[in-house]
């Protein structure tokens, strides 16, 4: 027999008869204040969006927003495959129209880790770093300690990079690295080559810096070399920059052939490649990075924000053996002068101890999960992406248009974000990148899944 809180509520009619705020927050109120009365107990299982929607005359979309924003407060959650229940230890209900985590949404990050056993690695981890107390607090060499070096090595053999410590740098984040390379490499009056839809990290630091960015066409498998080479030709185009691997925001991966077709006409024209290879320990196997196929031209960026954990704020670059790489090194210790050796102490730790591999293990088993819902809700003529990738870029269909789409979204856990910031020199499309990871719960993510799929078949003006 089923345990009386298990039976579904359907008695349960929540009061949305409120005029001065949205009926979806005045779904996620009654739930706040019927388990405040005793009408709603922990365990109880909620009617079905459908179900509820039909019975209060409401659009079912309507009715899902409510469910999620209920979830997000910690009153409700979402099983998998079974529906909504109330939470057994619901924190205490307040009537606020919305409440916002201490995450930066706007950012592409991994999902949390959840493995009990993973997380409690990681916390006995910082031991390690209270052990080389005080070490730790002091200044340390330009680019790391060897032993850190040594670290990255063994992490860089992963993507297939052959490199020795006099060519591999710590530093403290991917943004310090790209903003040190483009700061030194090539002169100010040369373009530095991207794609037209392209990382907007990559714009801010040319921004910044004021180098001027070309965007360069493509197809699906990247950058089109002939396109990159009329620009080298006509427009100065003496840089490239590339995300070759789960593209931020198109997903896409580039193909070794186009790789290598790319490494061509940047030998012929003596142009330096940037590689910003965040994505790349993601997938288990995939095309070797062009530090691989051309070192000799190759500034190579890997972070571990992107595979193991933003708050790291630890990315390795490997440098060319020429002139050039000797301004960048200048350029690190103008911007940061070392990485923070408490953090690469626990990044090098993960590493020589196996817990990275762990930690990306959970990261790679999160982010095919989630990507399991967004198959399952989301078809597939309006979604790009890929398995081993927890973001996705959304083309969308009229009537929406992406900057009503992400206001509706505010608040959602999921990460969305307009086209503009990712376009150089075209117009933007109407599509938003998806962001599945953060601190959301995979029932969070499918509460807020199946609301942006609700949105999407239902007309802008009518929720």
């Avoid at 705020?21 to 204040?33: G, K, Q, W």
């Avoid at 924000?305 to 053996?321: F, M, T, W």
């Avoid at 989630?370 to 973001?391: M, S």
């Avoid at 990712?422 to 499309?429: G, K, Q, S």
Wanted: with cysteine.
């Amino acid at each position: 027999m089923k345990n009386k809180t298990s039976q579904r509520r359907d008695d349960w009619l929540p009061d949305v008869e409120r005029a001065d705020i949205p009926i979806y927050l005045a779904v996620a109120e009654a739930i706040a204040a019927d388990i405040q009365d005793g009408r709603l107990r922990g365990g109880d299982h909620l009617p079905t969006q459908r179900t509820l929607a039909k019975r209060l005359n409401l659009d079912v979309t309507t009715v899902a927003r409510g469910y999620s924003e209920a979830a997000r407060r910690g009153l409700v959650e979402a099983r998998v495959g079974a529906g909504t229940f109330v939470r057994r230890s619901s924190p205490q209900p307040t009537r606020v129209g919305r409440q916002f985590d201490l995450a930066d949404r706007s950012m592409n990050q991994p999902p949390d880790v959840a493995d009990p056993d993973v997380l409690t690695a990681i916390a006995d981890s910082f031991q390690v770093v209270s052990e080389s107390m005080p070490s730790v607090l002091r200044y340390q060499p330009l680019g790391g300690s060897m032993r850190d070096r040594a670290a990255a090595i063994r992490w860089l053999s992963n993507r297939g990079i052959d490199a020795g410590p006099e060519a591999v740098y710590v530093t403290a984040g991917a943004h310090v690295a790209l903003g040190a390379i483009v700061a030194k490499i090539g002169s100010p009056d040369d373009v530095i080559g991207c794609d037209q839809i392209t990382y907007s990290g990559i714009k801010e630091v040319a921004s910044t810096l004021r180098r001027r960015l070309m965007g360069l066409p493509g197809d699906a498998h990247g950058m089109l070399p002939a396109a990159l080479d009329r620009a080298a030709r006509e427009n100065r185009v003496r840089v490239v920059y590339v995300n070759p691997t789960l593209r931020n925001p198109t997903v896409e991966t580039m193909p070794i052939q186009r790789r290598s077709e790319i490494v061509q006409v940047a030998r012929k024209h003596g142009i330096a490649i940037i590689e910003d290879d965040a994505y790349g320990m993601l997938p288990t196997a995939g095309p070797p990075p062009f530090a691989a196929l051309a070192p000799e031209i190759t500034f190579y960026v890997t972070t571990l924000a992107k595979c193991l954990a933003p708050g790291l704020r630890i990315a390795y670059l490997v440098a060319p053996r020429d002139q050039r790489a000797s301004g960048v090194l200048s350029a690190l210790r103008a911007v940061s002068v070392m990485a923070s050796p408490v953090c690469a102490t626990l990044a090098t730790h993960w590493i020589e101890s196996g817990l990275a591999d762990a930690v990306l293990a959970s990261v790679r088993s999160s982010t095919r999960a989630r990507q399991r819902l967004l198959k399952r809700y989301l078809p597939a003529d309006i979604v790009q992406t890929d398995e081993h990738a927890f973001h996705a870029w959304i083309r969308l269909k009229k009537p929406w248009t992406r900057a009503h789409l992400v206001d509706w979204m505010r608040g959602y856990a999921l990460g969305v974000v307009a086209s503009d910031r990712f376009c150089v020199d075209i117009e933007a499309p109407e599509a938003l990148r998806v962001c599945l990871g953060g601190a959301a719960s995979l029932q969070e993510t499918e509460l807020a899944i199946q609301a942006l799929w609700g949105a999407l078949q239902t007309e802008p003006n009518a929720i």
